[in-house]
């Protein structure tokens, strides 16, 4: 095998324990992760799974990273084109709802169960969900803030409050569909999201 060939090779591997990992780690968290496990279930030795990572919290941050990159494409950048305000706000909610009733992932919020997992440890890897939790956040506020500015929502609407009660519709999302099985939730969240967000 040529040199290139052989780093292709490792690239491919890389991306198939890391797309391995969100897959389970969505379903038993980030400590749910394995290299034994992973090694058995992609047909690879301990020591190869562990070559391209060095220890488990690279792992997990490598997972994390993916999970995020995911989210990214099935969330924000399919509504990147809806005009900017509260045109682009619904957008954004209407695909994160999507994102959830259609078990993207088999564990649902990936970022919610590992919020869950970690919030209350210290370390790189709750440092890293707790980071991509705030960027999202960041996100929907810039995205609410410009609602207001714009006369989309009126001016006296707390952005922190609203965005507060939207992730809460998400988190009570993620809770029905996956602990309950309610697959009417959807409804329900898409009828939340229209009383904060109006019609």
């Known amino acids: 095998m040529s040199p290139r060939n052989s780093v292709r090779e490792a690239h491919r591997t890389r991306q198939r324990i890391i ?4 897959v389970i780690a969505s379903v038993e968290g980030l400590e749910g992760l394995t290299i034994g496990r992973l090694a058995t279930e992609l047909e690879l030795s301990k020591a190869g799974v562990l070559g391209h990572f060095g220890n488990k919290e690279s792992l997990q941050l490598a997972v994390v990273d993916a999970a995020a990159a995911l989210f990214a494409r099935e969330v924000p950048e399919t509504v990147r084109d809806v005009p900017p305000g ?13 994102y959830l009733e259609r078990d993207v992932l088999p564990g649902g919020c990936f970022f919610t169960a590992a919020a869950a997992e970690f919030d209350g440890r210290s370390g790189p890897v709750r440092d890293a969900v707790a980071g991509m939790n705030a960027l999202w956040q960041r996100d929907l506020r810039i995205h609410i803030r410009h609602a207001i500015s714009s006369g989309d929502l009126p001016s006296n609407v707390d952005a922190d409050q609203l965005l ?7 988190l ?28």
Not at 19 to 22: A, I, N, P, S
Not at 86 to 98: F, G, I, K, T, Y
Not at 164 to 170: D, F, H, I, K, T
């Open 19 to 22: 797309d391995r990992g969100v």
């Open 86 to 98: 509260l045109p682009h706000l619904r957008a954004l909610c209407e695909a994160w709802v999507s």
């Open 164 to 170: 507060y009660e939207l992730a809460g519709v998400m």
């Open 172 to 199: 009570a999302l993620n809770h029905f569909l996956q602990l309950q099985r309610d697959r009417s939730a959807s409804a329900r969240a898409r009828r939340a999201l229209r009383c904060l967000l109006g019609a």
